[in-house]
């Protein structure tokens, strides 16, 4: 199994301030992925961060309030900009294992006040 | 497009007793189908998946689930919970000719003594 690290794992933001989470794997990667898991609710897909190219976004989220960096095979970061109470969740960066298969990170859960 | 339906939020048993957890999908095309367990304040973890073959699947902790391809579902059983099984659980299902992941709402399983 892949071994992913995130930072922060948790932090507490002020409203209209930006933080950026890093996701660090151990072995080489083609595709990592960003979802985001809003309080008692599941997961919802942001974004397909792949090395070298644009991001790709999925229906509802934008590149200007999630922008995401891929400078390598083995990190990756997704910055929520502006944020808001409403962006309050757990972000988890995950990567494929196997046909459909991902393998996540422990989440970085974020409180905006 | 792909969605994944679990009928139950909530399914409360007692220790030692069985326990199915129901899962749904979509979509006829082929697709591959997970089961993911998430333990209180921790990430996403495997607990089996389907691929192809044998459509009884055994996964980790004793559970195991059914591919019913007629019937569009992939529910989850166990024959006997322990407390340590109470967790949240999700059902997934990837297109397998676009490898996205698509999370159902999730099944909180709360196993008391």
């Known amino acids: 199994s892949a071994v992913i690290s995130q930072k922060p794992s948790r932090d507490i933001c002020q409203r209209g301030t930006s933080l950026t989470i890093q996701c660090q794997v151990d072995?080489?990667?083609?595709?990592m992925f960003w979802y985001r898991q809003q309080p008692g609710q599941s997961l919802t897909l942001i974004a397909t961060?792949?090395?070298?190219?644009?991001?790709?976004?999925e229906s509802g989220f934008v590149i200007d309030k999630f922008p995401i960096s891929r400078p390598n095979l083995t990190f990756s970061t997704l910055t929520v900009s502006n944020m808001s109470p409403e962006d309050s969740s757990i972000y988890l960066c995950?990567?494929?294992?196997?046909?459909?298969?991902?393998?996540f990170g422990e989440g970085s859960r974020l409180t905006v006040l | 497009a792909q969605s994944v339906t679990q009928l139950d939020s909530q399914v409360p048993v007692f220790e030692e007793a069985p326990v199915e957890l129901r899962c749904n999908y979509s979509s006829s095309v082929s697709v591959y189908l997970f089961w993911y367990v998430q333990y209180p304040n921790q990430g996403l973890q495997l607990l089996l998946k389907?691929?192809?073959?044998?459509?009884l699947v055994k996964g980790i902790n004793g559970f195991e689930a059914e591919f019913n391809k007629s019937q569009t579902s992939f529910h989850l059983r166990k024959p006997s919970v322990h407390i340590s099984d109470t967790a949240e659980y999700f059902c997934a299902v990837s297109d397998r000719s676009t490898d996205k992941l698509i999370f159902g709402t999730g099944t909180r399983l709360q196993v008391f003594p």
């Open positions: 072995s080489q990667v083609t595709m």
């Open positions: 995950s990567v494929q294992r196997g046909p459909g298969e991902l393998f």
């Open positions: 389907y691929l192809s073959g044998s459509t």
């Open positions: 961060a792949n090395q070298g190219s644009e991001a790709t976004y």
